[in-house]
């Protein structure tokens, strides 16, 4: 049976880990006709299930999702008896998947893997086992799981407790009688508030020492979900791909009720709802805004908080496990049954290790900085190196000698987390970067493994025999990890998830956000685009396709699927007065900018009549003057107004303590070019000969646009600085237009499907200016003379097609002395930077052109001076 391997073993691959993953995938490698070899250091099957046997060990996930669907055999072979599964009956299930299929013939248990390492010359793995056991294979695959490597318990005296000391992770498999015995239990996270009940009704006493209180709705376990089961009943392959294509491995519709704006009455039922549904999928899913937005967020939490209370007769209990110190779903929610019931009991007590915190683990129990607790047990429910630990213990090195520790000591570094530049042929199953604990495991086990096997197939296919991710492609997919972590409340939160509970472990968020459906399009993309971002080689053939996957900002591709699926229709077929209300309709809809001191409207002498205008004061000190800046809305020329960029002229004001007139100015076709430029220089005119009375410090005045509105901001400029005046301190220029030449690379990659395309820029065009006027510096200003123009910060946007014309600016006005910062949006389209509240990406942008705009003000000077000055 477990025929130990001798040294002279060659395999195809090596799968380490007999759990979920390790099972489904020697299963999928021998369908293939490889020859595997498994190991794992328990002595049977099951992974987590099979070391974490403590009373009330459960799966949190309901159990008709819970379950392997690779195959409708054993789906009908198997009935899960309850909603949420015991641990026995989940390693049960394994043990049945491990015999139907006849995988046990394959793996080697008790044997721990100790090294791996990596032949450039053979192309192979060499394994070493902890029996002195070495193999050869060609695939190296590690199934070790996501929390599977206890965390040591980093208490002081932790070795000196003279009674009993039992690890949730690691339960002694004859059980524990706690009947009669003085129990302490350490650590509030799920499987502390999944063993404390049932400790407590054997226990004499229970002493709970809590660090964190967590989150936690009642499982209301019974019977396998009626409506769930319904479904598969009738649409068992309709209901998995469901699951595979959904946000978190669970088919749920995902709502887009936000928080903030919601009824009381609406949050109040969808909170209840959820609390009585007692699914993580539900939970999560109140609000559409509640990972994203604090003020959301915070509603949601309180209505836990309120459970909490109506539960918990002690007050002061109550109180000590409402969780304050995070926002929900920052750290993983749990699922209970009767946990905070617990606490009424009067045999338990709670100590909260905030206020008490532990001095040291004694012969006899524990003393805190306040008292000192006897006890005969003491049960750690501590966690574990999530994610990482596993991997890196396992001693696993790759070319030239690195090892994966070496690697990932700054933080782990993967492709789509499923395999990491340096170690050829070495897969990880549920890796850090892909969704794995932020999902139902089933599934995105599943979604790993098959991934895994097509690849091997296609490599085989091809006569090739080595894969690896390339430098590029992985720091792309990194990058893409955090980008998708830093919209959400995440990183704030001292979570497993960001490796803070480990001490000395780097902070990086883990797991990916993005989603289990936009996970799978990734992987299917990268597939799709000939293993986009992956070199692989064989006998005489080296083949790689370097790229980024993703590298637009997650909420900006939202964005864009939102819109796409509205159907509008594309402005450029539309008139003006209609684009125009266009515009309006959906930018009512939007969020409304932060709120600032003060809003007055007004307007000033244009050299063809008023042009109105909205000036934003800060909020809060100081109460006198402040700089002035100009602001022209974007909208080519043809559409905007003073509401259009509101919210962002609010968020400018806010980040830069300025002073912002947001001007409007005359628009084409009724008024064509140069009437809008000229409006922008009578306008930046009068905001400089009345600064005083706009609240401004004279002579600090600077100008700022977008699109349309920075082309005009920039003419201004330069009709100033041919006029001797008035002074313009800086120029900030968000995705200017600044010439009319459409064949830069940009409009190629660009001019179509980011909103601004190429047809609505010649639409722009057209209304704006004749074609013989387009070459003209009051049009394309990139034709201008550049010297002697203020400091200017250029923002240019990755997916704009005006882009590179903004790049061309930068460089131009350099080469003309002028001192210039070129702002990067990463990610961003030409719109995406501007849409405060709405493309929470865009906010390190904007916060880098408020310091720019911060930065072209003397800092402090005291008004007499710059009445002098000016
Ligand atoms: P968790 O969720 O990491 O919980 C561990 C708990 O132990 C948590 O409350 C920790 O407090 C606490 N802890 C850890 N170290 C200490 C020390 N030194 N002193 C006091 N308290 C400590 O692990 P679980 O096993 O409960 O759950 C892991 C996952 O398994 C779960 O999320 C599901 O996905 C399944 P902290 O919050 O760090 O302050």
Redesign the pocket.
């Known amino acids: 049976m477990n025929k130990p391997a001798s040294v002279s073993d060659q395999f195809d691959a090596v799968v380490v880990g007999a759990g979920f993953s390790g099972l489904y995938m020697l299963y999928r490698l021998r369908q293939l006709g490889l020859s595997v070899k498994g190991f794992d250091s328990a002595g049977d099957v099951g992974g987590t299930w099979y070391w974490n046997r403590y009373p009330g060990a459960r799966c949190?996930i309901a159990t008709p999702d819970y379950t392997f669907s690779f195959d409708p055999e054993l789906e009908n072979e198997w009935t899960w008896s309850e909603k949420y599964a015991t641990q026995p009956e989940i390693l049960d299930y394994l043990r049945f998947v491990a015999d139907r299929y006849g995988l046990r013939s394959d793996i080697q248990f008790s044997t721990t893997v100790t090294s791996a390492r990596w032949d450039e010359q053979e192309k192979r793995w060499t394994i070493t086992t902890g029996h002195g056991q070495e193999i050869r294979c060609r695939y190296y695959i590690m199934a070790t799981g996501c929390?599977s490597m206890p965390?040591s318990?980093?208490?002081e005296g932790a070795g000196r407790f003279a009674g009993q000391v039992y690890f949730?992770?690691r339960w002694p498999h004859e059980g524990v009688d706690f009947t009669g015995q003085r129990v302490a239990v350490?650590?509030?996270?799920?499987?502390?508030i999944q063993v404390i009940p049932l400790i407590a009704r054997q226990a004499s006493q229970l002493t709970v020492?809590?660090?964190?209180p967590?989150f936690s709705i009642p499982a209301h376990n019974g019977p396998a979900p009626a409506d769930r089961l319904r479904q598969l009943d009738e649409d068992r392959d309709g209901y998995r791909h469901d699951a595979r294509w959904s946000r978190i491995g669970v088919p749920n519709e995902p709502t887009d009720v936000l928080g903030v704006t919601a009824s009381e009455a609406v949050r109040r039922e969808r909170f209840e709802a959820a609390w009585e549904q007692g699914e993580l999928a539900g939970i999560v899913n109140v609000f559409a805004d509640q990972l994203f937005n604090p003020a959301s967020n915070d509603i949601l939490a309180e209505m836990i908080r309120e459970k909490i209370r109506s539960i918990v007769t002690d007050p002061e209990t109550a109180e000590t496990l409402c969780p304050k110190d995070h926002y929900f779903g920052t750290?993983?929610p749990c699922l209970d049954t009767g946990y905070f019931d617990t606490y009424n009991l009067p045999h338990v007590r709670l100590v909260d290790?905030r206020k008490q915190p532990?001095v040291s683990i004694t012969e006899d129990g524990i003393e805190t900085a306040d008292e000192s607790f006897g006890f005969d047990a003491i049960v750690y429910?501590?966690?574990?190196d999530a994610m990482t630990g596993a991997l890196v213990a396992a001693d696993v090195t790759g070319r030239d000698g690195l090892s994966l520790k070496e690697k990932w000591a700054a933080g782990p570094s993967t492709y789509l987390g499923l395999m990491t530049a340096g170690f050829p042929n070495f897969f990880m199953l549920t890796g850090p970067g892909s969704p794995s604990?932020l999902s139902n495991m089933a599934v995105s086990i599943e979604q790993h493994v098959d991934w895994v096997a097509g690849c091997l197939k296609d490599m085989r296919e091809e006569g090739l025999d080595t894969i690896e991710p390339t430098e590029l492609a992985e720091s792309g997919w990194n990058q893409h990890v955090q980008d998708c972590g830093a919209i959400t409340l995440m990183p704030t939160a001292?979570s497993?998830y960001m490796g803070a509970?480990v001490p000395g472990k780097p902070r990086v968020f883990l797991p990916y956000i993005g989603g289990v459906d936009a996970y799978r399009q990734a992987c299917d993309d990268v597939v799709g685009q000939g293993y986009l971002g992956f070199r692989m080689t064989g006998p005489g053939a080296d083949r790689c396709r370097d790229g980024v996957i993703r590298s637009m900002q997650p909420d900006v591709a939202m964005v864009l699927e939102f819109l796409a699926a509205m159907g509008l229709p594309p402005m450029d077929t539309l008139p003006a007065d209609d684009a125009r209300a266009l515009m309006a309709a959906t930018a009512a809809a939007r969020p409304p900018g932060p709120e600032v001191g003060e809003v007055t409207d007004g307007v000033i002498p244009g050299p063809a009549g008023d042009l109105p205008y909205r000036l934003y004061r800060p909020a809060g000190p100081p109460e006198g003057p402040r700089p002035l800046v100009v602001y022209f809305h974007g909208g080519g020329w043809v559409l905007g107004n003073l509401d259009s960029d509101d919210p962002l002229c609010r968020d400018l004001c806010e980040r830069s303590g300025a002073v912002v007139v947001s001007v409007n100015y005359r628009h084409a076709p009724e008024a064509r070019f140069p009437a809008a430029a000229l409006d922008a220089f009578a306008a930046v005119q009068w905001a400089a000969a009345n600064a005083l009375e706009l609240g401004g410090i004279p002579g600090q005045l600077a100008v700022a646009g977008w699109s349309a509105g920075a082309n005009i901001a920039t003419v201004a400029c330069q009709l100033a600085r041919d006029a001797e005046g008035p002074h313009i301190s800086g120029q900030v220029l968000i995705c200017p237009v600044v010439d009319s030449d459409m064949t830069r690379l940009s409009y190629q990659e660009n001019g179509d499907g980011y909103i601004l395309t190429t047809a609505l820029m010649r639409w722009f065009w057209d209304h704006y200016t004749d074609p013989a006027d387009r070459g003209e510096p009051r049009a394309a200003p990139l034709r201008g003379d550049l010297h002697g123009l203020p400091s200017t910060c250029i923002v240019a946007a990755d997916f704009d097609p005006l882009r590179d014309e903004g790049v061309a600016y930068a460089h131009a006005l350099e080469a003309a002395g002028v001192p210039v910062r070129l702002a990067r949006a990463r990610g961003h389209t030409h719109t995406s930077v501007t849409m405060v509240g709405t493309v929470i990406s865009g906010a390190p942008v904007r916060a880098e052109i408020a310091e720019a705009l911060r930065n072209f003000f003397p800092s402090a000077e005291p008004l007499e001076h710059a009445l002098q000055r000016s």
């Open positions: 949190d929390l965390k318990p980093d208490i949730t992770s350490i650590g509030t996270g799920s499987s502390g020492f809590q660090r964190t967590n750290k993983r290790l532990i429910a501590t966690g574990f604990v001292n497993w509970n």
